[in-house]
C-alpha cells in the first residue's frame, strides 16, 4: 500500500495562506491522492482528492507534481476555524485509507 | 444533503459486556466501512460492506462484527469487550453517483470501556 510522509505540525498567521506538503513516493498510477482533515473528537472531514492534475474546491486547491511523488494542499486564506489535523493519503477503497500521523496545523491571530 | 450520522456519539460500558453502534450512511451511498481510531494505533481499518455483504476485513478479532441492512444503514457490534476496546469509532460511506469512491466519515462513536 502506497505510504505517505508529512510534516507533524505546522504554523500559519491567520489570513495567509498554508500549504502543507505531502510526500507520496510509491504511489501507484492508478491511485488517487486524498485530503482530509480532523479536528479534535470530530470525525475526518474531506477536503480535496486528485489523480494528476491540479484541483480546486471551496476549500482548497491541490497541487500534485508532475511525476505525482507528492502534492501540497493549499488553503489561501486561512482561519483559526482551519486549525486541525491534516491527513494525506493515497489510494483507493475503504480498506486502503491509511491515515499517518498527519500534519497538526495551527493557524495564529 | 444529510452527511453520515453516527449514534451513539459518546457511550460508557464496562469490560465483559457487548456494544452496538449504528450508521446511516450519506444518501444513496451503498458502500459502508467502520474503522477504529486511536491515538497509539491512528486509523484502522474494521471492515466495509456493499449491498448488505461484507466486501472486506481488516484484522481485528471476530469480537468485533458487522452487518449492513437493504436500506444501507450498517452497525458493527463488540462484543466481551476490553480496556483496549476504548476509541473512536467511525464509520464512512462511498459510492454516491456524484461522489463515487470519495469516503465521507461520520463525527463517531467514542466508546470508553472501564
Known amino acids: 500500500d502506497a505510504k505517505t510522509t508529512q510534516p507533524p505540525s505546522m504554523d500559519c498567521a491567520e489570513g495567509r495562506a498554508a500549504n502543507l506538503p505531502c510526500n507520496h513516493s510509491?504511489?501507484?498510477?492508478?491511485?488517487?491522492v486524498y485530503w482530509y482533515r480532523q479536528i479534535h473528537s470530530q470525525g475526518p472531514q474531506y477536503i480535496i482528492h486528485g489523480l494528476k492534475n491540479n484541483e480546486t474546491n471551496e476549500m482548497a486547491s491541490l497541487i500534485i507534481t508532475e511525476d505525482r511523488k507528492s502534492s501540497t494542499l493549499i488553503l489561501p486564506h486561512a482561519t483559526l476555524r482551519d486549525t486541525a489535523v491534516y491527513y494525506c493519503?493515497?489510494?483507493?477503497?475503504?480498506?486502503?485509507?491509511?491515515f499517518g500521523q498527519g500534519t497538526r496545523l495551527t493557524i495564529n491571530p | 444533503k444529510a452527511g453520515v450520522t453516527q449514534t451513539p456519539r459518546y457511550l460508557i460500558k464496562t469490560r465483559g459486556q457487548q456494544v452496538t453502534l449504528s450508521c446511516s450512511p450519506i444518501?444513496?451511498?451503498?458502500?459502508v466501512s467502520w474503522y477504529q481510531q486511536t491515538p497509539g494505533q491512528g486509523l484502522q481499518f474494521l471492515f466495509e460492506y456493499f449491498s448488505e455483504t461484507q466486501r472486506n476485513k481488516g484484522n481485528f478479532p471476530g469480537r468485533f462484527s458487522g452487518r449492513q441492512f437493504s436500506n444501507s444503514r450498517s452497525e458493527m457490534n463488540v462484543s466481551t469487550l476490553e480496556l483496549g476496546d476504548s476509541a473512536l469509532y467511525l464509520c464512512a460511506s462511498s459510492g454516491g453517483q456524484v461522489t463515487g469512491n470519495t469516503i465521507y466519515f461520520g463525527e463517531g462513536s467514542w466508546l470508553t470501556v472501564v
Open positions: 510509491t504511489i501507484s498510477g492508478n491511485e488517487y
Open positions: 444518501s444513496g451511498h451503498r458502500s
Open positions: 493519503m493515497s489510494g483507493q477503497g475503504a480498506q486502503k485509507l491509511v
